[in-house]
């Protein structure tokens, strides 16, 4: 997993944003993970596929509001990883 954050105090924006990137064997995988975790996380987080990458996208009003969404998020994809044999 590669993670890009960006502070909303260092960048001037008025939210704190975070980019995740999960990579897997296949582009099939990945579209199996996407399908598995897109319902549960619409509108919160935005995700799209690039070959075998999925692609998050988060944004919050806070620090501590980014970290819920994403304790959230990753532990869907953590579920889905394992009941698809992914992890």
Known sequence: MK???LDAND????K???RLEFTYDTPESSQKILSSVE???YPYVEARLEGSTLISKTSADSL???IHTLEDYLSCISVAE???GEA
Do not use: D, K, T
């Not at 960048?11 to 008025?14: A, E, P, Q, R």
């Open 3 to 5: 993670v890009i954050a």
């Open 11 to 14: 960048v001037g924006l008025s």
């Open 16 to 18: 704190v944003q975070c």
């Open 39 to 41: 319902l549960e996380n």
């Open 64 to 66: 501590e509001s980014l």
């Open 82 to 84: 394992r009941v698809l």
